[in-house]
């Protein structure tokens, strides 16, 4: 917690924020500690040729073995580049329960695979595909069936970009879907599914949240990518 | 369209030579059946199932990858529904599956395929469907199942969760400790993996629950130097699972509840019992909050010390109280279906209630605590009204009962919401269980006590009818014993120093015959116990002794004649009753002094039975022989003939006061003839 320094004509707000930089700068992190939170996160997010490099520039060895990261490298990659049924044949090489016990998460990757039907411009194997695939999972799940209403209203659209939910068609989409599967791969595997780093995100939030509820006053960090500390 | 594709699919399953295509037909049914519940129906319509089996059967390779893919593509079939299950346990699967875990050359089995059979199983016998009785009706599937758990990860997660969901009773806790399944069990409680040490610690609940053998033997062994239960307390740390705290602190209580750990242990007291209440905070799911309450009310139900600590932890009766007040979990990220939002605040009520009737099962102090939660009673009476849900009902009367042994709560809460008229309800509700039935009336028999300000209301609604309406003659089974023990222990209580009329009331309702008829129940000690009790409070005036006497007498001759000599409390009771009819009229007493045979067993009795049983015979005698009667000399002497006046005598060397005085007073009466 910030101390009020008394009044000798400085401003109190520039010295707590100050004194919050100072305290931050002596926080002695090791080159060690660092090096293994960013081989932890190339691992866990599947950047396999980034964390071999890292491992040899920075001679930290990775907390699990790297050949695992195969599959999930692939199945990443088969979701970012839109090889849907590719990317489903994978996962169920690697675990056949995943997809059955975790419908949401298949019908999430079946909704990619209509969207590149959809994007594709094949409008008839995309209605056949929504009402071989999709339906059944739409008549039990409320949540779905607004999702695959969103997918088809693309279909309304002779300019795709121009629909409302064009946000379908970005890549952000696929990552999001992608980062999913690899967390489940991960939980399936008994591994943490977050990187230590995500994680140290979250509780840097609450951490902020804690103290604003206890009405403390202190530099908020309102921008994490930047970490950009504002006054308190 | 997508019929014919399946139909091809189904097909090119018949070529059995052609390994290479089998295996690529094999690859595509599997994935178009992951996930995809209409084309696990389809394939299954169109007779998949057996040609699968047939794969499984008779590939010429023992260990080649398509008996693994069959078994796959079976696993996904039985994930889509309880009827593809039943399709599947009625093809047979189950045994091939079996045969193929413990063949001869099960240590050359690939992992893979042992782990896919596994799977298989474990979805089948965790299912609604699971035929459970067939895990058991085979000792060697038993040692199989626990031989394989050695393999791997994936083999003692789903071994423990088959276990742990088909372990219902007793029967099946033998045989399975019958196997080494709990020495194979112990190490995996140190598992890194949450996915295996949870399920292990089901097993262990299922194992010890209500099981004092299995749960000594879990509790005595160690693991590594260290106890068992010290291994599964750390996973009640805060930062494990909630699942994980919940199912840890629920291994502790089903030990110590089966003693083989005792109530002031640390692991008890300091880790299960707090662990158990903090999981009840409303941020949690419903479903841990519910099974949390559950656990606690089962951990704390038998102690006094354990209800104490509980109701002063960490603010345990108002995360209660909050369970009855949300209509559904309040854990916002939960989003649950209206139907489900319903459920889910019947079950939180349930439990709710079921942890207060714990909770308050002793303690005044604690009783008035919760009477003073803000609405309860409120929700009580709501509770009560709501027929539709029969377990919230029966917690909500288990609390009352607990509630009502407080004379202050009978004489405020009881009494400012007239909770008696539901529980009439309920106990004349031929409809509802017979559990329900009994707590009702159980509850009924604290607020028809004297000081009870229902007790009035309760007579004028004419409970006397209709709880002699529930009084059967001849009990036929386990249902007609409780509700007619329940009902004679209602009245018991009722007629105690109650007004003549009400008493005149229940003997008329009752009826001689029905009562004679009672009495005569000798295999139901309880039950002749209360009648006894009830014609002790009821036969206390000359009007209705004479009125009854004539009758009971032959009977109660007849049940000194047959009680066992060890049943002391059914010998006082029969005696005190005998000692009411001797203050009756000349007609009752005549009918007590000439009768020898049982004249000659009170004089017995009076020799050699406990202080309690010397006591009523002397007031039987005193009765008997008042000297300001007219007869009293002739009694008397029969008396003396048959030996009183000698063995009050030798009373006179007891040691009891009471006793000495009286029958100072008995022998006083003999010398004034």
Redesign the interface.
Known sequence: MPETVGTSGINEEENSRAEWLRRITECEISRADTNRLIMDYLVTEGYKEAAERFSIEANVKPLRQLETMDQRVAIKEAIEGGRIQDA??LV?KLD??L???D?QL??KL?QLQLIELIRAGEVEEALNFAQ??LA?AADHSPEFLIELERSLALLAFDDLEACPYSDLLSMSQRQLVASKINASILDME?RPSQSKLALLLKVSDWSQCSLTDGKVKFPHMTNFATAELENP | M?LAISQQYVDSLNDMENTENLQISL?KI??SV?????QKHNLIMLGIIPRLMKVLMDTKSQYSQLKTHSV?IL??LA?GSDINIKGLIDSGVIQLLFDGLSSDENEELETLFIE?CL?CLKVIFTSSAAPIDRLYENVLSLQCLVRIMQRS?VCQECVSSIIAYCCWSTEHQESLSKTSLIETLIPLVVS?????HLPVLKCLCALSFRNHSNAKRIFELTYDGNPIADLVSRLMDWDRPFPCQLWAAKCISYLHRSNAMSANDYLVVYLALPTLIRLCDKDREVAIRVDAADTLAYLIELDPELQKIASISDHSIQKLAAYLRSPFGSNDNENLPKFRELTAASELRAAAFKAYSSLAANDEVIRKKILESEGLMDHVVCALEDSHNPTVRLSVCRCLLSLSRSVRAIRTGFHDYPVYKQLVTIVTENDESVDLRCVAMATLSNLLLEFSPSRDPLIEMGIVKKLSELVKETPKDNDDVCLTINAIWDLMNLSFNADDAVKADILECLGIDRIKSLLCQKDNIELVRKVLGLLRNCLSKRAHIDEFNESIIDVLRDSLLSVDDCDNSIVEQVVCVIANIADGGETCKDKLITDQQLMSLLVDRLQNGTINIQLACVNVVLNLIRSEELESADRQSKLIALGYQRVLQQLLSCTDSNLFSKVKVALQHFSTS
Do not use: F, W
Request: aromatic letters at 8%; charged letters at 25%.
């Open positions: 489903i044949a169920n056949p329960m997809l059955d016990d419908r298949y019908y079946l071989s695939h059944e008994g | 997508e690859e599997k994935n992951i996930g995809n519940n209409k796959i696993t996904s994930k896919s799977q990860a890194p993996l949450y996915k295996v």
